[in-house]
Nanobody, 123 residues
């Protein structure tokens, strides 16, 4: 079982930047994908992006693409968020699952989750 510990996030003005880290322990992540999700109050948890640990290949939603960058180093994943908008306000989660042929964007697929970190964008 992989344990995930998130850090970062916080409060920023619109247009600013924040970084969220997700440190994994318990096993190496080769053969796994690390996905990022977010959940705003009263809304469903939604997929933001993903990184395939073995290759470093990433995929982001259309909304995130160009603003959010996903990366990894050793056993830590990173979500760098730039040009933040008010609507990016949410609790952000990292999650890990076994790599499949395709990226899985369903929250239900992932068995290991970080504790979540709040990102608040103010006007």
């Amino acid at each position: 079982q992989v344990q995930l510990l998130e850090s970062g996030g916080g409060l920023v003005q619109a247009g600013g930047s924040l970084n969220v880290s997700c440190a994994a322990s318990g096993r190496a992540l080769n053969g796994y994908d690390m996905a990022w999700f977010r959940q705003a109050p009263g809304k469903e948890r939604e997929f933001v992006g993903i990184i395939r640990w073995s290759t470093g290949d990433t995929y982001e939603t259309e909304d995130a693409r160009g603003r959010f960058t996903i990366s990894r180093d050793k056993n830590t994943g990173y979500l760098q968020m730039n040009s933040l908008k008010l609507e990016d306000t949410a609790v952000y989660y990292c999650a890990v699952g076994v790599s499949g042929r395709y990226y899985d964007i369903r929250a239900a697929y992932y068995g290991s989750w970080g504790q979540g970190t709040q990102v608040t964008v103010s006007s």
